[in-house]
Each structure stands twice: as structure tokens, then as C-alpha cells.
């Protein structure tokens, strides 16, 4: 792609000024609800409504047409009807629009594709980045822009999720509040005309408020350049794939969604592993790994300690372990001593660590704190089943505590139980703690994190450049 | 295991009468917790409380010895130490108690298999059937009967849930009201001294109250029968089985656990898989099958038909019933031609039928009563991903209404969202209508219906008794 063009992506993302063009005054319609949502999540550039039936929507001047906006525009959001779009983008480019999303729908997924050639072609020539068509929209967290037809803003964080699927976009708004997810951008590509998944995974290389990269894929623009692109973001944070469409029927299926060739799942498997992706399986998986992968810096070596005060929890978590890669191990003799000075004679002081069900937040803070400080250990996963006696809060307090002074060894958490452990649940993940409802889904992060792990060491025997130990944050 | 024994079973979950052998007047000791359960959360039986050094516990009349309590007693629970249980246990024989359930630890678990012997040797003599020792203690939603230390009654339903980790029992307390997994009783069989799954099992064949059995097993004490009298019960309603202790670690962790031997991961696959039992991947499998077997017929036969709003989530649907085994075929061609008329042109008539996000609770209503009325089609699983102009809970009650009809063919829901969902869900869920998160899960739950459905269908062509396909409700 145009050197020029990738240039300015950013302008979709970090826009000063939108124009939103087919912006309306009726709140059924799309061209209201982008404004709508712009003004009330706070947007914090300038927006300019284009309608030529209007004065004035929601409170702000309005334009009868993109040229007669009293400013520079750095996006240009268009949501009027198809056939009317290649009149509107003349306009834009005679006004020297610096990029150009686009929400209506009507184009190469109802076959029309020279309508969508002959706007890229414009683009192209222009040197202006195209997003879309048929998206559901843009959002930011970082500067409150929901420029979309989604309600809400996500939970802010950093993860960038772009999507294929502007559905789950969606739907999906509502999951990360109540799973606390936090939510860097959230691009919905659409029919990827132009932009794709390749120069928005090297655009975010660089964007400070992403940590982590979590993609929804039915399929690739183009599968070599994805497959280096990705590799070399990778050095400097994780990818996360939910790949759809892997099986024939979904295939099938992603062609008449999407029109996406969902290709051979050996091809992209292979192309994920060379390019350091974590593969996720669905997006409860995905959301998973990403919120792990976002929170925690890599697990480098494989020395895995597991911390339970549940016996069944800990089993549970030894098959996982070894399922997804991180076996655990006997621990060394003075680690295995030290923590029999801490635990019942009833519990077991070997991996995994069973402090009973009598553990209260002093064992737990007694116990992460001698394993944390052995540098035989790589990473911990902390198990908390709810128990009558104990309070969950108390708990995660006490497991916050001790990891706030070992940052550069991750941690995850599962914590089972009902209402009992919400709060404790918001306590850490608030604490930038990933929290996990069973230990399947704990482990399962904690590998994404050892397979990271894994990449980057691989990549710096490489004599790769890779991101340094300790996290950002 | 001797026919009086097993008959007497009825009185560890129905007694009538209950002695708490070491209820206590300190509220920080299990002897106190028990009766307060008890009370507390409305036990339908009388309450015998005994303790020589009290006249009165919660204002019960308290008893020194059992053999001075003015009635037959069915269930005595003790909570006294270890070293006391003989003493107590002579009494409770000659008092003829019908049944024995023992809380306290201390025996096999930590290597006094001598006293345990001891008390199974006098239970056994005197044909009185055994749990424990070292158990939370025994839950019946159906009495209202909390006889444990467990805080709660779980969420009232169907699902029979027994458990040979006493920790996990108490912390998915919470968890089934947080999902709404009705639970009919939950057992935890600590030791398993007399009393394992396989007596446990039989006896919940003609348990009315139990719909579905979910297992949480380090150890089996005998394979064969196991097997055997599982794939009995398993004609009349489902086995669930949670099996940890898979890995080579795990089995090492479940015999410092509970001293089970894990054993051979295939033996205990080839035994489910004889006998019907439905194999889940952890806890949270375990309920999201054991919820929808719990609540929906069986899947006869393998035309499934997903319907969604999402194509990204059909896509998806696709992919996890290929790998789950009960992939999507094409629909019959008239019932292509029906849906057609029923959608809007961008959508998709065949399988998964895509509504597209404009699909109102009357686009639900119409489509899927067109597709559970074809006869080709043997279940269906519904998906609604929150979109911003339609309501979650008339989506749920227009899906319920149609299901109304259909009741002998299973259908199990997934609805993407935060908290735009939740009360949708517990409409659902209030309707017999299992719903999940995501399409993985609601298809794998699809999925386990029919691998019961196919179990039944094979020992139905063995000439077995199975039962009807309706389920009684």
C-alpha cells in the first residue's frame, strides 16, 4: 500500500474533525445515532453534521454539503445510501479529506463490486485510506469517539479488537463492562476494500494505548503480507486470532457473510505460528487470552506454580496445565520446605500448592510471597475457591498486594463462585489482575502467555528486536 | 453392596429425622453451622440436635446422647472428632439410625485407613449405609434440606450434582444462582468409604426429582459396576461426568487430594463412553451440558438448524458443530424457499439462517416456528447477538413462546451482550430454555443432547428401555 496513504490511517482513529456526512435528525436512523453517540460519549475532537435538509442537528451546525464545512477535515464518515456515495466522495476529495470511513452497506456483499472498486479507485488515486464500506463504525476509548451505530462505549482499556463482523462489535459492547475488558479501539472492517486487517495490525504497532491485539478473521485481504506484517508487530505485542470459518460449512457460511475466501486452516495456522498470533478458540477464549495478554508481561520459561485452597480446583488445574502446554513440575526442595512451614499438614506443599480451605488472605499473601520470590518460578496461577469462612475481597486484596512487587512475573486468577466473588473480581482485574471463573480458562491464559513467551524468546535468538520483560503501564 | 444397605439410601437424601451428632453452640464451628442450615433455610424434618454439655441450640432441644432422642432417627450426621466417631457410631447402632453420614476428617485421607475400616466394618454390619467420612455434607432442594457447612441452598432445578471435591461443592454454590443451574441435590462423597458414585447413581434412577446427574470424579472405588450400573441409569436420564485427574500430574495431585487413583485416562473414556456417560472439559462444560440435559429432550437424530441475527456468530456455529459432531447440513429445499420469504434479501435462508441484525422478536417468532414445524428438522439452536434497536427480552419471550410447541425437539440459545441480556436469560432459563454466552457453548451443550440422543437410540435399537422422547416436566 501507498506509503502516503498508510500515513495517514491514523486520521481514522485519532481524528481532530469528523464530518459525518448523511447525518439526520430522525433518531431512527443511522445518520443520527453516529452524531448522537459522538456528542454523548464526549468525543473530544470537532464534529460537523452534513445534511443539506438541515440547519442544525443535536445542537451543532449543519453543513448542506462536506465543502462548505468551515475547517480542515481529517474524517470523513459517510452513511448515506450507496448509490449515493461516489457523488458524496467527489465532494470529499475536493475537499482534501484526510481519510474516509464508510457505514453504508450495498456494495461488493450484495455483489456490487465495481460500485466498491470504483471508490477505492478514488481513494487510491487520492491517496486517501478507505475504511469500510459496510462497517459498523469507529471507537476509541482513548479519545471517548464512539463514531459508530454501537450505544456505548466499551470498558476502556488496551485492547484493540478489530472485527469482521460488525455484529459482534455490537453485542459484544455490553460484555466488556460486564466482564471488565477493558477496550482500546474497536474497528469494525467490514468489506475490507481498501483497509484490512495487514495495515491496521502495523498501525497499531506503534499506538501507545494498545498492549495487545485481538482479531476476529473470517478471512485475509492477503495471506503473506498478514503473515510478515503480524510477525513483526508481534516483537512488540501480542496478537490474538479468533479465526471463523475453519471448518467447510463455516466456510460456506463466512462466503455468504462476508464474501471472505476463509481459506485452508492449515494455512493460517501455520501462518499464526510464524507470526507469533496466539490462536484463540471462540471469542470467550479470545477475550481471554486478550485480557491476560493486555494486563501481564509474557511468562518466559515454563516453571508454572499453582496456588490453590481447593484440592479439586488444583487437580483440575494439573490436566489443563499439561493440556495446554505448561506442565507443571515438582518444585525445588527448599521452595517445597519453605511453604510446608506455611500450610496445614493437611494441605500439600508440592505443585500444585494446596493450602486448604482454611487459607485466609494471610496464608494466600504468606504463601504467593515466598513462591513469587524464588527465581526457580516463572508465573503463578492463584486459585480461590469460595469458602465459607472467607472473604473473596480480602483474598484478591492480598493477591493484588503481593504481585504489585513481583511485576515482571505474570499472574492469573480464577476465582469460583457466584456473586460472592464480583467484587473481588472487579478488585483485580482493576488491579490489572486477569480473573478467570474456573481454572481451565486461568491456565488457558496463562498459556497464551507462555506461548508469547515462547515467541519472543525464539525471535530473540533470532537476534530479533523484541519488547523488554516488564510491561508498560 | 447388601440390598438392605441400599435400600436404606433414601434416608441420607429424604430423612425425615435428622440427629447432628456435635452440634455445637459456637457459630464458628461446623456442629453450630449445620443446625443453623438447617433451620435457617427450612428443612421439612425434624431436627435433633445432640451435645451433652447443652440444653438448647437455636432453640431446639438438645440432647447429651442420640439414644435419648424421642424418635426414630433416619439420617444421624456427625461432626465430632475423629478420634470420637467409634464411640458415636456404637450409640447411633443401638439407637437403629437407618442411615450415617460423617463430616469430620481425620481417617483415610490422612492415613488413618485402620479407623476408617473400623467404622465401615460396624456400618456394614449393621446394614447401615455410610457417606463419608469427610464431606461438606449433603444438600436436597427438594426438602429444603441444607445438612452441611455449605451457606446456602443452591439454585432449586433438576440437575443432581455429586462430587468428590467438598470445596467445589460450596464454591459453585453461588454459581449456580449467578447462571440459574438449578441443582435438585448435591452430595459431596468425601472418602467414599461405603457410599461412591455407583450406589449413589442406582439410587437416582427413580429419583423423581433428579433429571440429569453431573459427576465430579478423581476415582471410581470399582470400574466395572461403575460402568454397569451407569449405563443402567443412563436408559432413564443422563450421566454427566467431570473427570480430573487426567494428566500425569494430576493423577499425582488427586492422590494427595483424595487418594484416588485417577487411572487410565482411556480406561475412563471407553468406560463413559460404554455406558453412555456424557464426557464434559471441565467445570463450566460440566454445568453448560448437565443445565441443558437437565432441562431439554434429547437430540434424535442430526438435522440441526442454527438461526441467527450475527453472521460472524452463524460462522462460528458452523465451525463448533463440525467439531463437536453435529455438523450443519443444507435445509431441504422448501424449507429454504419458506425462510426466503420470511428475511430480508441480505440475509441467508439456509443453514445457519442469518435474520441479519434487523430481526425483530416477530422475525424470531416466524422463522423459527417455520423451522421447528418441518418435520426434517430435529432441533435448532437460536442465537441473538445484542443489537442496538431490538430488546433482548422480547427476542427471549417471542423464542420461548415457539419453543412452547415444539417441546420434543431440543433447542438450546446463546445471546452475546453484557447486561442488555441478563434478564432475557433468566427468561429463558425460567422457561426451560438452557441459554450461553457464546455459540461455542450453545452448540456444545446441542451437542451433548445429542450424544445422549444417540446413546439412546443405540441401546433402543438393542432392544433396551429407554425413555420416551418427551421429557416429563
Redesign the interface.
Known amino acids: 500500500m501507498d506509503r502516503e496513504i498508510k500515513e495517514k490511517i491514523k486520521y481514522l482513529l485519532y481524528p481532530r474533525s469528523v464530518a459525518v456526512i448523511g447525518a439526520s435528525r430522525n433518531p431512527r436512523k443511522i445518520g443520527f ?1 453516529v452524531v448522537y453517540n459522538l456528542i454523548k460519549d464526549g468525543y473530544k475532537g470537532r464534529i460537523y453534521p452534513i445534511n443539506p435538509n438541515a440547519d442544525e442537528i443535536l445542537g451543532l451546525k449543519c453543513y448542506p454539503n462536506i465543502l462548505d464545512a468551515p475547517d480542515d477535515i481529517d474524517l470523513a464518515m459517510i452513511v448515506v445510501p450507496a448509490s449515493k456515495v461516489l457523488n458524496v466522495l467527489n465532494e470529499v476529495v475536493r475537499k482534501k479529506v484526510r481519510s474516509v470511513a464508510i457505514i453504508s ?1 450495498g456494495f461488493s ?2 455483489g456490487k463490486k465495481d460500485l466498491e472498486d470504483a471508490i477505492v479507485n478514488i481513494c487510491r488515486e487520492h491517496k486517501i485510506p478507505l475504511l469500510g464500506p459496510n462497517i459498523v463504525g469507529i471507537i476509541n476509548t482513548n479519545n471517548n469517539m464512539n463514531l459508530s ?3 456505548h462505549l466499551p470498558f476502556k482499556g488496551k485492547i484493540t479488537f478489530i ?6 462489535a ?10 471488565r475488558i477493558g477496550i482500546s479501539k474497536l474497528i469494525s472492517i467490514g468489506n475490507m476494500a481498501m483497509i484490512g486487517f495487514e495495515e491496521l495490525i502495523e498501525f497499531l504497532e506503534e499506538d501507545r494505548d494498545t498492549e495487545a491485539v485481538l482479531l ?1 478473521i ?1 478471512g485475509v485481504k492477503n495471506g503473506r503480507l498478514f503473515a510478515e506484517v503480524s510477525k513483526k508487530v508481534s516483537r512488540k505485542k501480542p496478537l490474538i486470532a ?1 479465526k ?7 466456510a ?3 462466503a ?3 464474501g471472505s475466501l ?1 481459506g485452508n486452516v492449515m494455512l493460517y495456522e501455520t501462518a499464526f505460528k510464524y507470526a507469533g498470533i496466539v490462536s484463540a ?4 477464549d479470545g477475550f481471554d487470552k486478550a485480557l491476560a495478554l493486555s494486563l501481564q508481561p509474557p511468562l518466559y520459561g515454563d516453571n508454572l506454580v499453582v496456588v490453590t ?8 488445574s ?6 495446554f502446554g505448561v ?2 513440575k515438582d518444585l525445588p526442595k527448599d521452595l517445597v520446605n519453605a511453604v510446608k512451614e506455611l500450610i496445614p499438614p ?1 494441605g ?1 506443599p ?3 500448592i ?1 493450602l486448604t ?1 482454611n487459607a485466609y488472605r494471610d496464608d494466600y499473601i504468606r504463601v504467593l510471597d515466598t513462591v513469587f520470590r524464588h527465581p526457580w518460578v516463572d508465573g503463578v496461577v492463584s486459585i480461590y ?4 469462612i472467607t472473604d473473596p475481597v480480602e483474598i484478591a486484596d492480598g493477591i493484588a498486594q503481593v504481585w504489585r512487587n513481583y511485576r515482571d512475573k505474570p499472574i492469573t486468577v480464577c476465582m ?6 464480583q467484587v473481588a473480581n472487579i478488585w483485580l482485574r482493576d488491579n490489572g489482575i486477569p480473573v478467570y ?5 486461568a491456565i488457558s491464559a496463562m498459556a497464551a502467555l507462555r506461548q508469547y513467551g515462547l515467541f519472543l524468546e525464539r525471535e530473540r535468538g533470532n537476534g530479533g528486536m523484541v519488547r523488554n520483560k516488564e510491561i508498560s503501564s
Open positions: 445515532q452497506s456483499e450484495l451505530f454501537c450505544p472485527t469482521q463482523s460488525g455484529a459482534l455490537i453485542g459484544l459492547i455490553g460484555w466488556t463492562w460486564a466482564s476476529y473470517e479468533i471463523a470459518g475453519k471448518s467447510l460449512r463455516g460456506k457460511a463466512a455468504s457473510h462476508t476463509a478458540d471462540g471469542l470467550e485452597n481447593g484440592g479439586g480446583a488444583g487437580v483440575l494439573s490436566d489443563y496445565a499439561e493440556k506442565p507443571l493437611f500439600s508440592n505443585n500444585p494446596d480451605g475457591v469460595h469458602a465459607a469460583i463462585g457466584g456473586r460472592e466473588v471463573p474456573t481454572p481451565r480458562r
